[in-house]
């Protein structure tokens, strides 16, 4: 449906769009790189691709959100749903497209938003006020009194978007602004009836169902009378299409009309008893749905302010009461169930009325005034006419028995219906001629389901001429825009835009959907079949553009499709006929006229009936003389459309589902008006706007310098505009196409994009170089700290070597000063030592001599001795050997050397007891005594022995010898020192001497 309005090929990177996403609707992006017709944009880290016809120009003005979308610098789907949103985030939720109010559902009370003392304030405000429905209310009241033209207010919008809500609200409104005003003349009774009247309608025309907890089931328009100083003075009701099946079907989930439920809950005691409503949950038209109870409604309440308010719309509790009984009738007659029976041989079965549904059924005729039999009878019999006049009945199959009760609860419910709208209008009706009227329609919008049957037909004709209405208006509108500006109104075409192609699909005669509907209801084998064919075969005899919008859909033979303004409808022509036809056969006609002898009510009721519509009618024709009427009535007006939005399907609080709201926006018609204007002039904008645009760039500069229209042409002029995209008004420059606008955008964005790259260099720049001059400083303090670092460890390196060194030269220092104090006194010691040595030495001396000559001895050789040496030797101590002589007598100079030991052989030294044998004389003779001896152990396995004439002496001799022995030693071990003195400790040596030294004193 939507224009192709980007800019081709000229998306840049960067540049902010919108993009069409299948779940959100209309995205704010960034385009990330174009390829072909593709274009890859990121939606914050997101990324997708879009084909470049889903891709528009984004709208600055639309980030605001602001109050009249008509001065969005962009006007497209994306930019108003992105305005749309925005408002809708901050509870706002009333927003003008020129002279179209979009009011989305909040779903929510949103404070002081419908309060007296708001109404009080947009009392005040008139044309300064905010866009709301009070606003529109007030300006259509004073458009009323200035122009003296009787002005309408047209809601639409899907089931639960809000109509009915928002009529309220607009009559509440009018209400005080006409009270406010000074010639209304203090009868409050019209007044309180308008308020007053919505609770009865609701109760009669409301359900609750999937979409809606209060759905309006019919269509109303509202005619509020004033007189010519704007008092009301009147009102006045139409309603259009009641969905009667409702009464007897209700789908699961949902409720019948809820005055049904009401009354069952609310009524008294009393009542109960006379209606016999104990049970309601058992009557069979209120449980097929379910469900009993609406969320946070209390229908015992709402039962209380519905009689109030009957009250005060002049239905008295009399008339109440007896309403009450014609609604209990029908519950009764719901519950009447019926039985086969056989119809004997060859014949078809019948239905009777069971007998478990006698109860309901005498209630049912009680309540109704008519005999239960004759009730029985139209409920499962049919008069038919045979010829010349004769009558005869024939029985009714079950089915058919009930659907006759159904079809009679649904005529005898849509009568009550449309004597209630006559009543209230009675009371409402003006006692003088008005002058004005205010007309406020809360009608069905249009309607697409799954399963689309002739209801949705019906009710998507009447969008379709509505939507007619609003195209035309709307065109005229823009005409008017045009010769204001003084610009050539004949550039708008409104063929693109007018839907009067599917209007003659659906009404032109003689072939048309309606045409050939009522062309096979008044055939006798008319059926839905034969008409879904004729339907087909005659889109040949259609003009060329009709049937291009119509088509049997394939594989299904009972569904054709149109395409309405708001998109394709597929319908289910099966029923059509029965249902356009709506028949109530004579038999069911009879009993209510049976009903209305007997109860006067039953009797004003009937008026509204099916029996008082002629023979022939039909729905459709009904219908359409309606909607022609509607027509007739709105085309007097002056139009204001509210286009009522709900945001999401959950009826849920600020939740907003793009995609929902563009469909919904599309079906009001919201859309076409933009395309109304590109058939045109697709954009607008004042000399100043455009002047605005360039801002403080020297263009702008210059286009201000020069004002108005003088400044907007050196702009456009300076852009290089090709002059054929735009035209001039008085106050306005008009671009043909958004793309030529989008040229002049561009511009703007390659100045702001050239300052901003300058800026950006600057920026750049002296960023880089505050970074350069900080990176330097770094360096340089590195640099000193590197080299102090280095510089410390070289020192700390150096000083640790010094340290070393010293420390070594201290301790080579003090070791030599310990050397040679250690010299000094090993030097000191050995002097001493060397002293007293020689002082031994000399008491040595002294012991050898002493020994000298002193004694004798034998040498023995070997273990066990020689012969020879058995003769007794002296020994002379020799400072190195003890020497020892052959028997001589021992003189100065000992002779007869025999030999010697030397000292440094000697072994051991030590006493002994043993036998001696020595030879005293030349004869050899042998002398063997047992004495002490020395003995000398010496090297070698040989010893000396040393004999004495006492043992004391031996003693002495030992020890000198030890001595000698010792000291030869010491002597010799003396001569390899240095010194020579021995190495043995001086007090080793003292000792010996000093034990020599006793011994030998
Ligand atoms: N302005 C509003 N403020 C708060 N809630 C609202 C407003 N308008 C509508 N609603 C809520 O939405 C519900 C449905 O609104 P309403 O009955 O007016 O819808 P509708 O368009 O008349 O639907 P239908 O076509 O089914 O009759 C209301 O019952 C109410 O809860
Ligand atoms: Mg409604």
């Given at each position: 449906m939507s224009r192709k309005i980007t800019v081709e090929n000229s998306w840049v990177e960067g540049a902010p769009a919108y993009a069409l996403d299948e779940k959100r609707g209309w995205l704010r992006v960034r385009v990330a790189s174009v390829a072909g017709d593709k274009v890859n944009v990121k939606d914050g880290k997101r990324k997708f691709t879009v084909k470049a016809k889903d891709l528009q120009l984004s709208s600055e003005k639309a980030l605001k959100g602001i109050e009249d979308m008509i001065g969005l610098d962009i006007l497209h789907e994306g930019a108003i749903q992105n305005n749309v949103e925005v408002r809708y985030g901050k509870k706002q939720i009333y927003t003008y497209v020129g002279t179209i109010l979009v009011s989305i559902n909040p779903y929510e009370d949103i404070p002081n938003l419908y309060t007296e003392e708001t109404i009080k304030q947009f009392l005040l405000k008139g044309a300064n006020a905010p866009p709301h429905l009070y606003a529109v209310s007030d300006n259509v009241y004073n458009q009323m009194l200035s122009t003296g033209k009787d002005q309408s207010m047209l809601i639409s919008g899907e089931s639960g978007a809000g109509k009915t809500e928002a009529t309220k609200h607009c009559l509440r409104y009018l209400t005080h602004k006409a009270t406010e005003n000074a010639s209304f003349d203090g009868s409050n009774l019209i007044k309180q009836c308008i308020v007053d009247v919505n609770p009865v309608l609701e109760a009669f025309g409301n359900a609750k169902t999937k979409r809606n907890n209060n759905s309006s089931r019919f269509g109303k328009l509202f005619q509020v009378q004033f007189d010519g100083n704007g008092a009301i003075v009147g009102g006045n009701l139409i309603s259009y299409l009641l969905e009667k099946s409702r009464v007897v079907k209700t789908s699961k989930g949902e409720r019948g009309y809820h005055i049904f439920y009401q009354l069952c809950k609310g009524a008294s005691k009393e009542q109960v008893e006379a209606l016999s409503l104990e049970d309601y949950k058992e009557f069979n038209y209120l449980k097929k749905g379910e469900c009993f109870d609406v969320d946070d409604v209390d229908d015992v309440e709402e039962f209380k302010k519905v009689c109030?308010?009957?009250?005060?719309?002049?239905?008295?509790?009399?008339?109440?009461?007896?309403?009450?009984?014609?609604?209990?009738?029908?519950?009764?007659?719901?519950?009447?169930?019926?039985?086969e029976k056989e119809g004997g041989t060859g014949e078809n079965d019948y239905g009777v009325v069971s007998s478990s549904s006698t109860k309901s059924l005498n209630v049912a005729?009680?309540?109704?005034?008519?005999?239960?039999?004759?009730?029985?009878?139209?409920?499962?019999?049919?008069?038919?006419?045979?010829?010349?006049?004769?009558?005869?009945?024939?029985?009714?199959?079950?089915?058919?028995?009930?659907?006759s009760r159904d079809a009679l609860c649904k005529e005898m419910y849509s009568m009550l219906f449309a004597w209630l709208i006559h009543t209230i209008n009675a009371t409402m009706a003006s006692k003088s001629t008005p002058k004005n009227f205010i007309a406020v329609l809360d009608i069905f919008g249009f309607e697409v389901f799954e399963q689309n049957s002739f209801e949705q037909l019906c009710i998507n004709y009447a969008n379709e001429v509505l939507h007619q209405q609003f195209i035309h208006h709307y065109f005229k509108l823009e005409q008017e825009e045009y010769a204001t500006e003084g610009l050539n109104v004949e550039v708008l075409q409104i063929d693109q835009v007018d839907n009067k192609p599917v209007l003659q699909l659906m009404t032109a005669k003689p072939v048309s959907v309606f045409a050939l509907l009522e062309e096979q209801c008044q055939i006798a084998r008319g059926s839905d079949e034969i008409f879904i064919d004729r339907f087909t075969e005659c889109l040949t005899k259609m003009d060329e553009k009709s049937s291009s919008l119509a088509s049997r859909v394939k594989r299904q033979p009972t569904l054709f499709a149109i395409k309405h303004f708001a998109g394709e409808v597929k319908y289910e022509a099966i029923g059509f006929i029965e249902k356009n036809k709506d028949p109530l056969h004579i038999d069911l006609q009879n009993v209510m006229n049976m009903s209305a002898k007997k109860n006067k009510f039953m009797a004003e009721v009937l008026k509204f009936g099916t029996t008082n519509r002629k023979m022939n009618t039909t729905v459709i024709r009904t219908f359409q003389k309606q909607v022609n009427g509607l027509m007739e009535l709105l085309d007097k007006t002056e139009p204001n459309y509210v286009r009522c939005i709900k945001p999401n399907e959950r009826k849920a609080a600020q939740q907003f589902e793009g995609p929902l709201v563009l469909s919904q926006m599309r079906y009001s018609g919201l859309l076409d008006s933009i395309r109304i204007r590109q058939a045109g002039y697709a954009v607008r904008r004042t000399f100043e706007d455009i002047i605005e645009l360039f801002g403080n760039s020297k263009l702008g500069r210059a286009g201000k310098?020069?004002?108005?229209?003088?400044?907007?042409?050196?702009?456009?002029?300076?852009?290089?505009?090709?002059?054929?995209?735009?035209?001039?008004?008085?106050?306005?420059?008009?671009?043909?196409?958004?793309?030529?606008?989008?040229?002049?955008?561009?511009?703007?964005?390659?100045?702001?994009?050239?300052?901003?790259?300058?800026?950006q260099a600057m920026w750049r720049q002296s960023y880089e170089k505050k970074k350069f001059l900080h990176a330097l400083t770094c360096m340089k303090h590195l640099k000193n700290l590197l080299i102090t670092k280095i510089h410390r460890q070289r020192f700390l390196k150096k000083k640790e070597a010094a340290i070393k060194m010293q420390n070594c030269f201290r301790t080579f220092k003090a070791r030599k000063l310990l050397e040679l104090a250690k010299k000094d006194k090993v030097a000191s010691r050995r002097k001493e030592f060397a002293k007293r040595w020689e002082n031994a030495f000399l008491c040595m001396k002294k012991t050898r001599e002493n020994l000298r000559n002193r004694g004798w001895a034998y040498k023995k050789g070997g273990r066990f001795g020689g012969r020879r040496n058995w003769h007794r030797r002296y020994f002379f101590l020799y400072e190195d050997s003890l020497s020892y002589y052959r028997d001589m007598d021992v003189g100065d100079k000992p002779l007869g050397f025999k030999g010697s030991a030397m000292l440094t052989k000697v072994e051991d030294v030590f006493c002994e007891k043993r036998n001696s044998f020595f030879f005293r004389d030349k004869k050899m003779s042998r002398e063997k005594t047992e004495t002490y001896i020395l003995v000398m152990k010496m090297e070698g396995d040989s010893e000396m022995l040393l004999g004495a004439d006492n043992a004391s002496e031996l003693d002495e001799w030992k020890e000198a010898i030890k001595f000698?022995?010792?000291?030869?030693?010491?002597?010799?071990?003396?001569?390899?020192?240095?010194?020579?003195?021995?190495?043995?400790?001086v007090e080793t040596v003292e000792k010996m001497l000093r034990e020599v030294e006793i011994k030998h004193k």
């Open positions: 109030a308010s009957m009250l005060k719309c002049g239905i008295q509790e009399e008339t109440q009461s007896k309403m009450f009984a014609a609604l209990a009738a029908i519950l009764h007659l719901g519950n009447i169930q019926f039985e005729a009680i309540l109704l005034g008519i005999n239960p039999k004759v009730l029985q009878e139209s409920l499962s019999q049919r008069t038919m006419g045979g010829g010349r006049g004769s009558v005869y009945k024939i029985p009714l199959q079950c089915k058919s028995c009930m659907d310098a020069e004002g108005g229209r003088q400044g907007c042409l050196t702009i456009l002029q300076t852009t290089m505009m090709d002059q054929s995209s735009y035209v001039f008004g008085k106050t306005k420059v008009f671009f043909k196409n958004v793309d030529s606008y989008a040229h002049l955008l561009n511009e703007m964005a390659a100045i702001e994009h050239n300052a901003a790259v300058k800026v000698a022995v010792e000291e030869q030693k010491l002597l010799e071990q003396a001569k390899t020192t240095e010194d020579k003195l021995p190495t043995v400790d």
